[in-house]
């Protein structure tokens, strides 16, 4: 059962919290033109403490994005350039040895890799092969990377905002079932409006220089996430989740005919977890201190679409899981209160 909260401190935190999202929106603007619901979805993925994938073709911002994201947050920024090349310790760290000078003494000592930061932005993740990839598992589920059997705790907060290359495309390596798993929204990105599209060509092509500001640093964030984390859900809110998550699995006995019929796996228990979340924060965004079944379909599509697989029959029948799931929203009904 939902706990007793004060309503009016509650009141009172939502509309801090509202305002500074829509603080960091106004800076983020200054340089991304358009793109409005990708911007509000990383952010909440953000206030929601979650990893954020952007799918995109390449020339769309998504790097710009998070560059400047990371400029308008007081935070430590680093960016990654995935590569074929790149190897795990390019990311976690390795060890090197020291020798003491005048003596024969060696240790060996842990170099924190650029995982070391509160905005990691890695950028072409699927241009790397699998086992660098996996790299960041640990990072991104326990926030800490272990080496050499000694544990080294991330800094606080600590998001991973990674662009991606459409799969079809040459030079790519398809993210693994478990790394997708962690990134709490999969965010497609497509191409700007006709006037998004001028003004990004008017902007860009004359001696124009934009500097933003800070407006929020690490531990306003953890205070936002708190925020976002107490906002009260009603059971009925809770069991339309659920149904969502559980009847999107194939061998689910109550799963719709077109569930069986075109998935080979659905979602798992993470996607329920993040859908809350999600909807605690555009609840919370949206000045209220109640979260309804609106707030969690506003997120279905970012939270389940890379955590359902489409089979054999659905790609001849040219189906892909942006369907799935508007079927899926169509087919789950509301329970009664």
Same mark, same amino acid.
């Given at each position: 059962?939902?706990?007793?909260?004060?309503?009016?401190?509650?009141?009172?935190?939502?509309?801090?919290?509202?305002?500074?999202?829509?603080?960091?929106?106004?800076?983020?603007?200054?340089?991304?033109?358009?793109?409005?619901?990708?911007?509000?979805?990383?952010?909440?993925?953000?206030?929601? !403490?979650?990893?954020?994938?952007?799918?995109?073709?390449?020339?769309?911002?998504?790097?710009?994005?998070?560059?400047? *994201?990371?400029? &308008?947050? #007081?935070?430590?920024?680093?960016?990654?350039?995935?590569?074929?090349?790149?190897?795990?310790?390019?990311?976690? !760290?390795?060890?090197?040895?020291?020798?003491?000078?005048?003596?024969?003494?060696?240790?060996?000592?842990?170099?924190?890799?650029?995982?070391?930061?509160?905005? /990691?932005? &890695? #950028?072409?993740?699927?241009?790397?092969?699998?086992?660098?990839?996996?790299?960041?598992?640990? +990072?991104?589920?326990?926030?800490?990377?272990?080496?050499? !059997?000694?544990?080294?705790?991330?800094?606080?907060?600590?998001?991973?905002?990674?662009?991606?290359?459409?799969?079809?495309?040459?030079?790519?390596?398809? *993210?693994?079932? +478990?790394?997708?798993?962690?990134?709490?929204?999969?965010?497609?990105? $497509?191409?700007?409006?006709?006037?998004?599209?001028?003004?990004?060509?008017?902007?860009?092509?004359?001696?124009?220089?934009?500097?933003?500001?800070?407006?929020?640093?690490?531990?306003?964030?953890?205070?936002?996430?708190?925020?976002?984390?107490?906002?009260?859900?009603? $059971?009925?809110? /809770?069991?339309?989740? +659920? #149904?969502?998550?559980?009847?999107?699995?194939?061998?689910?006995?109550?799963?719709?005919?077109?569930?069986?019929?075109?998935?080979?796996?659905?979602?798992?228990?993470?996607? !329920?977890?993040?859908?809350?979340?999600?909807?605690? +924060?555009?609840?919370? /965004?949206?000045?209220?201190?109640?979260?309804?079944?609106?707030?969690?379909?506003?997120?279905?599509?970012?939270?389940?679409?890379?955590?359902?697989?489409?089979?054999?029959?659905?790609?001849?029948?040219?189906?892909?899981? &942006?369907?799935?799931?508007?079927?899926?929203?169509? &087919?789950?009904?509301?329970?009664?209160?």
């Amino acid at each position: 059962m939902p706990q007793q909260i004060d309503t009016d401190k509650m009141i009172a935190e939502i509309s801090k919290l509202s305002q500074s999202f829509q603080e960091i929106k106004k800076e983020i603007g200054k340089v991304i033109v358009g793109q409005e619901d990708v911007i509000d979805q990383v952010l909440v993925t953000v206030l929601s !403490g979650g990893h954020c994938l952007i799918l995109g073709v390449p020339g769309l911002a998504k790097t710009l994005l998070v560059r400047c *994201l990371g400029e &308008a947050m #007081d935070l430590e920024f680093n960016r990654i350039q995935f590569t074929p090349d790149l190897m795990p310790s390019d990311i976690t !760290g390795t060890e090197i040895l020291d020798e003491e000078v005048g003596s024969a003494k060696r240790s060996l000592r842990f170099v924190k890799g650029p995982v070391f930061t509160n905005i /990691l932005l &890695a #950028d072409e993740i699927n241009r790397t092969p699998p086992k660098t990839q996996a790299a960041l598992l640990e +990072a991104m589920q326990e926030r800490h990377v272990t080496n050499g !059997g000694m544990k080294f705790d991330l800094p606080a907060p600590f998001f991973v905002l990674a662009t991606q290359n459409p799969i079809e495309q040459e030079g790519t390596y398809p *993210l693994p079932e +478990a790394q997708l798993d962690r990134f709490m929204f999969l965010v497609r990105m $497509d191409y700007p409006g006709r006037k998004d599209e001028i003004q990004i060509i008017g902007q860009t092509t004359v001696n124009r220089s934009v500097k933003l500001k800070h407006v929020i640093n690490g531990p306003r964030i953890m205070e936002l996430q708190r925020i976002v984390r107490d906002i009260p859900v009603s $059971d009925h809110v /809770l069991a339309y989740t +659920a #149904d969502l998550v559980r009847m999107s699995r194939p061998g689910y006995p109550e799963s719709p005919e077109f569930i069986r019929k075109n998935l080979n796996y659905g979602a798992g228990p993470r996607a !329920g977890q993040y859908l809350i979340l999600a909807a605690k +924060a555009w609840a919370g /965004l949206n000045g209220r201190v109640n979260v309804c079944c609106e707030d969690v379909r506003r997120s279905v599509q970012s939270v389940m679409f890379h955590r359902i697989a489409c089979n054999f029959h659905a790609a001849g029948e040219g189906i892909g899981p &942006a369907d799935i799931i508007n079927k899926l929203i169509k &087919a789950v009904p509301e329970p009664a209160e």
